[in-house]
């Protein structure tokens, strides 16, 4: 007698099937701009006042959105994140120092050392079987990296490369290092106001605000060019297009 049950083979087939079409999880920029920057901000700078929410549960509410999108996005990955762990820490430092009642250059300290240690990290995976530029940079999101492989293989270019992606991560270390020098002279600027006040949490708003395009914009930039290099650096080694290097979406 036939059964319309799938056998264990089938099964194991549909679900490989699955996996193969589910598609990969993409961060929404705009939910992520506003979740981070315009609702933290909002809240520090407009509703900190005797009459709304007050200083100290102002500095909770806001440090809440971005710390629950962190957590969101954390466990939505499924695996562990160095990058992640460390900028959900840094929320909690920033609405633990503000609390506290800290001097503002605890603050200014805290922001510039996080990217410092990006910058720190990336030079020291430079000495491990895992260099960090192959995450950001060298990896099968951007690149066609067998072809790549293959293409520097066949050309004896295997060891130059090896160069290529060292000086890419000293480019990424200096986007961080830069990254680490505007964040502290930001928050050495804007946090003048003794803690504990409103006037404080309105320039912690600000901060907040200004980080994006103060510092982002141009350790991005550095980035840029640092994925340029390595775009210039694969053609001439492989003699590959740039289409035969790109991943095609």
């Excluded at 490989?16 to 939910?31: F, G, I, Q, S």
């Excluded at 909690?92 to 990006?118: N, R, S």
């Excluded at 605000?209 to 001439?236: C, E, G």
Aim: hydrophobic share 50%.
């Amino acid at each position: 007698m036939s059964s319309n049950n799938p056998t264990p083979d089938q099964q194991d087939n549909t679900e490989t099937a699955n996996t193969v079409a589910k598609p990969e999880r993409k961060e929404n920029m705009l939910v992520n701009i506003l979740v981070n920057i315009i609702i933290p901000t909002l809240i520090l700078s407009k509703f900190s006042g005797e009459d709304d929410l007050g200083v100290e549960l102002a500095i909770v509410v806001a440090l809440s959105f971005p710390l629950a999108y962190g957590l969101k996005e954390f466990f939505a990955v499924g695996k562990f994140n160095l990058f992640s762990a460390i900028g959900i820490i840094s929320i909690m430092l920033t609405g633990g120092m503000a609390l506290l009642k800290l001097p503002p250059e605890y603050i200014a300290v805290k922001e510039a050392g996080i990217p410092a240690l990006f910058a720190i990290f990336t030079l020291i995976s430079l000495k491990t079987r895992f260099p960090l530029v192959k995450t950001f940079l060298y990896n099968d999101k951007i690149l066609q990296i067998d072809k790549v492989n293959t293409a520097l293989e066949s050309n004896n270019n295997k060891d130059n490369f090896e160069q290529v992606l060292t000086n890419a991560s000293y480019l990424i270390a200096l986007s961080f290092v830069l990254s680490s020098v505007l964040n502290y002279i930001l928050a050495i600027m804007i946090l003048v106001s003794e803690p504990g006040t409103e006037a404080f949490n309105a320039e912690l708003g600000k901060m907040n605000a200004l980080s994006f395009p103060v510092i982002a914009v141009p350790a991005t930039i550095v980035m840029m060019f640092a994925l340029f290099y390595l775009f210039k650096q694969i053609k001439k080694l492989t003699q590959l297009e740039l289409e035969d290097i790109l991943k095609q979406q």
